[in-house]
């Protein structure tokens, strides 16, 4: 993926800083941004706008697999779309992540104010211009401020 313009930078660091606080307080998992590869269980190199594993899964890798892309799929993982990306293509990745093992995605589409909830085995849910977006139960007490990232 191209790197992003201003407006979609400014929503991701929001998201970004949102998340890493509720993270460093929760202290069960480890966040990453959207710099990080992840090679899939299917082989696929993915770098999703922001991820997270829980440390029972990231301290059972290697130190040599935690240098390079870790190869685990993140238990929690979350699409930004900017306007360049195609919607279509941004639900198939998420989709994908799914099918290798990842327990709950979120794909934000600012642009119709949407948030699509992906978890397995459950049909995907369309929140039309939610104010909050919970990861209950999977990230204990996380709700995101969605207003923040429609501006």
């Not at 919970?134 to 990232?149: A, N, T």
């Amino acid at each position: 993926m191209p790197p992003t313009g201003g407006e979609t930078g400014g929503r991701n660091f929001n998201l970004s800083v949102a998340f890493g606080i509720w993270a460093r307080f929760d202290g069960t998992g480890k966040g990453f941004d959207s710099s990080t590869v992840f090679s899939l269980p299917n082989g696929a190199n993915r770098s999703p706008d922001l991820a997270w594993v829980t440390f029972l899964r990231w301290n059972a890798l290697t130190h040599e697999e935690r240098l390079g892309f870790p190869p685990v799929c993140p238990d929690f993982i979350v699409g930004l779309r900017s306007h360049t990306d195609s919607l279509v293509t941004l639900q198939s990745k998420m989709q994908e992540y799914i099918d290798n093992g990842c327990a709950l995605g979120w794909l934000i589409e600012p642009f119709e104010k949407k948030v699509y909830v992906y978890r397995p085995q459950a049909q995907v849910e369309c929140l039309d211009n939610p104010a909050t977006v919970s990861g209950e139960p999977l990230l204990k007490g996380f709700v995101l401020d969605v207003g923040d990232l429609w501006n």
